[in-house]
């Protein structure tokens, strides 16, 4: 059964960075766009950028774009979220997952971020 394990989230003061990893398990990662999805206290998770399985094609919500960077490294079966000039309307917990609901794998932990302001 394929796992999503989210980490590198953290306390950080508003404009610093953070850098996310989602490390799959499994043989078919790479078959897969990916997508990164957040969730704040009080609201419903919501999208925040996705990756087609080349990594050729990255797409974000407006609210990221420009500031936040998703890769993937399919030989590893990680993939990235690098989030610059971070807000505090940023904070929230982060999850991947496979971008369509349809594939949705279980949702793992997630990681935290939290942005000071």
Known sequence: ??????SGGGLVQAGGSLRLSCAASGPTFSDYAMSWFRQ???KERE??????????????????KGRFTISRDNAQNTMY?????????DTAVYYCNRQFSYLWL???QGTQVTVSS
Do not use: C, D, H, R
């Open 81 to 89: 979220l690098q989030m610059n000039s971070l807000k505090p309307e």
């Open 106 to 108: 279980a949702w793992g």
């Open 1 to 6: 059964q394929v796992q999503l394990v989210e």
């Open 40 to 42: 704040a206290p009080g």
């Open 47 to 64: 999208f925040v950028a996705a990756i087609n399985w080349s990594g050729s094609m990255p797409s974000y919500t407006p609210s990221v």
